[in-house]
């Protein structure tokens, strides 16, 4: 199994992103997946979720309105699209299954800065 991100980067406030995850060693297509984020020296903290089949999607308060998760099933690939990003969301992002299986490795993640 191996995840990997990438589409991070130095943004100003305000900017936009779109990672992306590409999932490969499991049967993507039946798995929930969602994007967590970890600021420096604290936990991981989970960003946002989507079903199988992308019909349903949740998101923590923090992002609401700002952040939107898609996936392309034909490409093993899962998207985080981020819209007047704050300081506050600098962390490193990663995805994996929801829930999360705590057999499965962490990706390298993807840095997210935001600064001006």
């Known amino acids: 199994v191996q995840f990997v991100e990438f589409g991070g980067g130095l943004v100003q406030p305000g900017g936009s992103l779109r990672l992306s995850c590409a999932a490969s060693g499991f049967t993507f297509s039946t798995n929930a997946m969602s994007w967590y984020r970890q600021v420096a020296g604290n936990g991981r903290e989970l960003v946002a979720t989507?079903?199988?089949?992308?019909?349903?999607?949740t998101y923590a308060d923090f992002v609401k309105g700002r952040f939107t998760i898609s996936r392309d099933n034909g490409k093993n690939t899962v998207y985080l699209q981020m819209n007047s990003l704050k300081p506050e969301d600098k962390a490193m992002y990663h995805c994996?299954?929801?829930?999360?299986?705590?057999?499965?490795?962490w990706g390298r993640g993807t840095q997210v800065t935001v600064s001006s």
């Open positions: 989507i079903t199988a089949g992308g019909a349903y999607r």
């Open positions: 994996s299954t929801y829930p999360r299986n705590s057999e499965l490795p």
